[in-house]
C-alpha cells in the first residue's frame, strides 16, 4: 500500500494520531519522499522543532521511521536523516487488534468466572470474596453491598470478541492476499 492510500485510512490516520498526538500529527501525515531532516520538516510544516523531534522518535520507537546520521567534518555537528516506514502499519493494527482480543477474552472470563457485589450509594463492586470480608456492607459508607448483574457486559464482551475475531480473520486474509499479489 502507497503511503496516500495509508494517509487516507481513517483507521490509519486514527492509530497515527493516538500515537503522536495532535501537534505530532502534521509530521506524520506529511511524510517525504526519500529523506529528511527535522529541522526541514518543522520549516516546512511551520511547527516548533521540539515537536517535529518528539514525533519522529514516537514513529522512531514504533518502528515507523528510521534515520541515519551525517557527521559535518568541519562543525563535528550530526545530522539526522529521517525516513518514513509506514509500510508495516497494517501488520502492527493486527498485533494490536490481537492484545486487545485477548486482553477482552480474558476480562471476559474473569467476569464470567466471579460473582460481584455492588454498593448503590459509592458504586464500588467487590468480588464475592472481598463483600463477604466486609460482611456484605461497603467499607466506604457501610451500606448493604448487593448482587450484581453483569450479564449484559459479558454479552457485550462477548459481541465486541466476536466482531474482533471477524475482522482479523478478513485482516488475515487481506494481508495474506497482499502478501501473495
Given at each position: 500500500m502507497a503511503f496516500?492510500?495509508?494517509?487516507?485510512?481513517?483507521?490509519?490516520?486514527k492509530y497515527l494520531h493516538e500515537l503522536v498526538g495532535p501537534t505530532g500529527m502534521p509530521v506524520a501525515a506529511a511524510p517525504p519522499d526519500g529523506e529528511v531532516t527535522?529541522?526541514?520538516?518543522?520549516?516546512?510544516?511551520?511547527?516548533?522543532?521540539?515537536?517535529?523531534?518528539?514525533?519522529?522518535?514516537?514513529?522512531?520507537?514504533?518502528d515507523l521511521a528510521s534515520y541515519r546520521r551525517l557527521r559535518d567534518e568541519?562543525?563535528?555537528?550530526?545530522?539526522?536523516?529521517?525516513?518514513?516506514?509506514?509500510?508495516?502499519?497494517?501488520?502492527?493494527?493486527?498485533?494490536?487488534?490481537?492484545?486487545?482480543?485477548d486482553a477482552l477474552e480474558q476480562r471476559r472470563q474473569y467476569e464470567a468466572d466471579n460473582e460481584f457485589y455492588l454498593c448503590g450509594q459509592c458504586q464500588l463492586r467487590f468480588e464475592f470474596g472481598e463483600a463477604m470480608e466486609f460482611g456484605f456492607e461497603c467499607p466506604q459508607c457501610g451500606g448493604q453491598l448487593e448482587t450484581m448483574d453483569n450479564d449484559r457486559l459479558i454479552d457485550a464482551m462477548e459481541r465486541r470478541?466476536?466482531?474482533?475475531?471477524?475482522?482479523?480473520?478478513?485482516?488475515?486474509?487481506?494481508?495474506?492476499?497482499?502478501?501473495?499479489?
Amino acid at each position: 500500500m502507497a503511503f496516500e492510500e495509508l494517509l487516507n485510512d481513517p483507521v490509519i490516520q486514527k492509530y497515527l494520531h493516538e500515537l503522536v498526538g495532535p501537534t505530532g500529527m502534521p509530521v506524520a501525515a506529511a511524510p517525504p519522499d526519500g529523506e529528511v531532516t527535522d529541522e526541514e520538516l518543522a520549516e516546512e510544516l511551520g511547527l516548533e522543532l521540539n515537536d517535529v523531534r518528539r514525533a519522529l522518535f514516537i514513529l522512531y520507537e514504533n518502528d515507523l521511521a528510521s534515520y541515519r546520521r551525517l557527521r559535518d567534518e568541519d562543525s563535528g555537528w550530526l545530522t539526522y536523516l529521517w525516513t518514513f516506514e509506514y509500510e508495516s502499519i497494517p501488520e502492527q493494527l493486527e498485533a494490536e487488534m490481537r492484545r486487545l482480543l485477548d486482553a477482552l477474552e480474558q476480562r471476559r472470563q474473569y467476569e464470567a468466572d466471579n460473582e460481584f457485589y455492588l454498593c448503590g450509594q459509592c458504586q464500588l463492586r467487590f468480588e464475592f470474596g472481598e463483600a463477604m470480608e466486609f460482611g456484605f456492607e461497603c467499607p466506604q459508607c457501610g451500606g448493604q453491598l448487593e448482587t450484581m448483574d453483569n450479564d449484559r457486559l459479558i454479552d457485550a464482551m462477548e459481541r465486541r470478541v466476536e466482531e474482533l475475531s471477524d475482522e482479523l480473520n478478513v485482516n488475515s486474509a487481506d494481508i495474506d492476499g497482499a502478501v501473495d499479489a
